[in-house]
T-cell receptor, first 118, second 111 residues
Framework: DADVTQTPRNRITKTGKRIMLECSQT?????MYWYRQDPGLGLRLIYY???????NKGEISDGYSVSRQAQAKFSLSLESAIPNQTALYFC?????????????????FGPGTRLTVL | ELKVEQNPLFLSMQEGKNYTIYCNYS?????LYWYRQDPGKSLESLFV?????AVKQEGRLMASLDTKARLSTLHITAAVHDLSATYFC???????????FGEGTQLTVNP
């Protein structure tokens, strides 16, 4: 079944360590996104990519980097993790669709990665 | 900068009651999305609203969009415990490329 998967699902790391979160999708979508979720703040966009050669910063990209290895794979890296990066991280995908007079961008989310930085 | 505000942020209601969650946004858009998140789970798409006056219903939930007022509502009819979850609205940029999420409304339906 077409899906969005994330690995790892849970990760505990120490301050200063480099870590990578991975996202894979079988939906065939071109667009992929990384969000973080903190209590009371909703979801905030970190990076997004419209295709393999197109990477864009979101509203909170500082301290993060990404790699789009293929249409189906989008990885998020924390080069030197810090405690305030403790959060729930979601990957999402979308296929920009023409829906009558208005194009739209319904996003589909992976299961999330719970990251704790000690 | 697009801002999206939901209210209330916390809602505790009894089974069988009706209530409405409001989503206000700050700039012009005619793309509005509602998602549901169960505790510890991912986000599930509920509704996609694409024009002024759009109304969609699924079971006990009904969503509407008023683009002139920059307001969407999610109405809950005769709530049941299974509706307990956090509900997010998200507004699409006019270019269609990004979504901005509200803070979420945590709904608890009590027996």
């Amino acid at each position: 079944d077409a899906d969005v998967t994330q690995t790892p699902r849970n990760r505990i790391t120490k301050t200063g360590k480099r870590i990578m979160l991975e996202c894979s999708q079988t939906k065939g979508h071109d667009r992929m996104y990384w969000y973080r979720q903190d209590p009371g703040l909703g979801l905030r966009l970190i990076y997004y990519s419209f295709d393999v050669k197109d990477i864009n910063k979101g509203e909170i990209s500082d301290g993060y980097s990404v790699s789009r290895q293929a249409q189906a794979k989008f990885s998020l890296s924390l080069e030197s993790a810090i405690p305030n990066q403790t959060a729930l991280y979601f990957c999402a995908t979308s296929d920009f669709l023409a829906g009558g007079p208005v194009d739209y961008n319904e996003q589909f989310f992976g299961p999330g990665t719970r990251l704790t930085v000690l | 900068e697009l801002k999206v505000e939901q209210n209330p942020l916390f809602l505790s209601m009894q089974e069988g009651k009706n209530y409405t969650i409001y989503c206000n946004y700050s700039t012009t858009s005619d793309r509005l999305y509602w998602y549901r998140q169960d505790p510890g789970k991912s986000l599930e798409s509920l509704f996609v609203l694409l024009s002024n006056g759009a109304v969609k219903q699924e079971g006990r939930l009904m969503a509407s969009l008023d683009t002139k007022a920059r307001l969407s509502t999610l109405h809950i009819t005769a709530a049941v415990h299974d509706l307990s979850a956090t509900y997010f609205c998200a507004v699409g940029e006019t270019s269609g490329s990004r979504l901005t999420f509200g803070e979420g409304t945590q709904l608890t339906v009590n027996p």
